[in-house]
Every structure is written in C-alpha cells, then in structure tokens.
C-alpha cells in the first residue's frame, strides 16, 4: 500500500508564559492510502494536536508531515493553503457551517474559496447531496437542520472536491447515540466506496470501531498502532 500520510519524529511544544508545554514528544505515524483510522487517548493527550498537525492547521516545533510523500514544512504559503483546499477535507465537531449560507451554498465554500465556478460543479453537488441524503434540504439553512443533518453537511463540504484525506476532530462528539451511528456508517461508506483515506479523533470506542486501525496516544506519546 501507498503511504498517504507520514508524521517523522513530531514533536509540539506550546509556551505557557515562561513555561515550554511538550505536548507532542517524537511521534512516529504512518497511514496508508484508503485506511480509516482513529486517534484516541485521554484529553490533554496530545491527539488533537496531532490531527492539526497532519492537516497543516499548524506547524510542529520539530520533525516532519508528509502528505502523498509531499513535505509540508517546505511548502510556500500558497502551495500550503491549495493543498489544505484540494487535498485535505475537514470535519469539525460543531459543524463550523455559515448560518446564513443554504445547505448547498455551504457545501460550495470550498469552490468559491478555490475561484472556482459553482455552475461547472453542479453535477458534483447533485452527487454530493445524494450521498449524504439531503437533495431535499439542499434550500434550508443551518438553523432548520439537525444536528445530524448539519454534520452530514459538513461532510458534503469536505468531499466536494474530491480531496485524498479527510481530517475529522470528535465527527460525533455533539450529537445523540443513534445519530452518532448514523454519521460514522456515513464516513465508513465513504472510506469503503470512494477510497478515502480518513484519520478521526474520538473519544468513543463505538465510534473508533468503524475504522480499521485505532492509534492510541498517551502524554503526548504513541503508546500503540
């Protein structure tokens, strides 16, 4: 298998006033194209950290990140930023979906963001809407969704361009048991039918089980994966 994603020697120290906080120590992770794979550890682990990290949300004090065998600390700002557009899709717990947006303008965000145009996507729009089950929503706003309908918006937003990884901080962290499942059967159909390579952090174990590899991280250390 490809190696999509390579975090070398990682380390993440943050100032606290004059204290150094080592919150990453040498990570050492590699996640092969087309897996599913979970985070997990205790909070103040270093985990979601580790997941920004990979996304290119911010930068390691030490070590590398490799994404599709491309470095990202040697990357200009630009290059950096189309990457995290064309390559990367993110998924955040509280959905991060414009109010005052509709359904289908919120999925397009990522093509407007890119100067591109919405009528050429269309078609990728219409298939996005299916997957994630709201071609009837596709005119409401986030207000008249659901929890769930919200978070499977985001995922739509995350898949519009067809990028390689998606990036998922706590995907179920907000929401109720059953539409819990719902979200993680979504995200395991899309690692199994379209190939994504897709990396969670969760707390949940229920929710880790829905990938096939779970990377337990640990004071800031990879304990096992």
């Known amino acids: ?15 606290l006033g004059d204290l150094d906080v080592e919150v990453l120590k040498n990570i050492n992770v590699t996640i092969q194209r087309g897996e599913f794979v979970s985070i997990m550890g205790p909070s103040g682990s270093g985990k979601s950290t580790l997941l920004y990290l990979i996304g290119g949300l ?16 040697v990357m200009k700002d630009l290059e950096e930023s189309i990457m995290r557009r064309r390559d990367i899709g993110f998924v955040f717990q ?19 963001l890119d100067n591109k145009k919405m009528k050429d996507h269309k078609q990728r729009l219409d298939e996005m809407l299916e997957m994630v089950g709201l071609c009837d929503r596709r005119k409401h706003t986030p207000r008249e969704l659901s929890g769930g309908q919200q978070q499977r918006v985001a995922i739509a937003r ?12 706590e995907p179920i962290g907000n929401l109720d048991t059953h539409t819990g499942t719902d979200v993680m059967m979504l995200l395991q159909k899309i690692n199994k039918e379209k ?12 929710a880790a089980e829905y ?6 991280v640990r004071d800031g ?5």
Not at 221 to 225: H, I, S, T
């Open 1 to 15: 298998m490809q190696e999509m994603i390579e975090a070398i020697d990682v380390c993440k120290t943050f100032k």
């Open 58 to 73: 911010d930068k390691p004090t030490s070590g590398s990140i490799k994404i599709n065998g491309k470095e990202l600390s």
């Open 94 to 112: 509280f959905y991060n979906l414009i109010p005052n947006l509709t359904v289908e303008e919120n999925i397009m965000l990522p093509i407007l």
């Open 158 to 169: 995350a898949l519009i361009n067809d990028p390689e990884v998606i990036l998922a901080d």
């Open 195 to 206: 190939n994504k390579t897709i990396v969670q952090v969760t707390h949940s174990e229920e």
């Open 211 to 216: 990938g096939n590899r779970i990377i337990r």
């Open 221 to 225: 250390k990879v304990w096992e994966q």
